[in-house]
C-alpha cells in the first residue's frame, strides 16, 4: 500500500533553515506528482510547493517563493523541502502528498483536493 514518511521537523528561530524529508513507498513514485502542504492551528490546509515526477518542473505559493526549494530522489523515491530564512509565519505541520500515476497540473491552484495520498505530518515551529 502507499505509504509517506515525514521527517526533518523541528523547532528552529526566524532566520534558521530545516530540510525535510518524505520517504515515499507501495507505488511509482518516478511517475507521480509530489506536494508539499502545510496546516496551522485554526487554518486550512495551504499547498507549499509541487514538483513534477522528473524533478523539471515546480511551483510555489507565493509566500514561500525565494525560501523554499523542494526537490526530488526518484532512485531514493524520496521528497524533499529545504526551507531557508523561516519565519514564525511558517509555524505548521508539515504533509507530503502524492498523486499516484498522474502528472501536476501546474494550470491548477495547488489545491489538498486533488491528492490521494498524506504523511503523517512533521512540525515545524518557528520562533520569533
Known amino acids: 500500500q502507499v505509504q509517506l514518511v515525514e521527517s526533518g521537523g523541528g523547532s528552529v528561530q526566524a532566520g534558521g533553515s530545516l530540510r525535510l524529508s518524505c520517504a515515499a513507498s507501495?507505488?511509482?513514485?518516478?511517475?507521480?506528482?509530489m506536494a508539499w502542504f502545510r496546516q496551522a492551528p485554526g487554518k486550512e490546509r495551504e499547498g507549499v510547493a509541487r514538483i513534477s515526477n522528473s524533478g523539471t518542473y515546480t511551483s510555489y505559493t507565493d509566500s514561500v517563493k525565494g525560501r523554499f526549494t523542494i526537490s526530488r530522489d526518484n532512485a531514493k523515491s524520496t521528497l524533499y523541502l529545504q526551507m531557508n530564512s523561516l519565519k514564525p509565519e511558517d509555524t505548521a505541520m508539515y504533509y507530503c502528498?502524492?498523486?499516484?500515476?498522474?502528472?501536476?497540473?501546474?494550470?491548477?491552484?495547488?489545491?489538498?483536493?486533488?491528492?490521494?495520498?498524506w504523511g503523517q505530518g512533521t512540525q515545524v515551529t518557528v520562533s520569533s
Open positions: 502528498a502524492a498523486k499516484p500515476g498522474a502528472a501536476c497540473v501546474f494550470s491548477r491552484e495547488l489545491s489538498p483536493h486533488d491528492y490521494n495520498y
Open positions: 507501495g507505488y511509482t513514485y518516478s511517475r507521480s506528482c
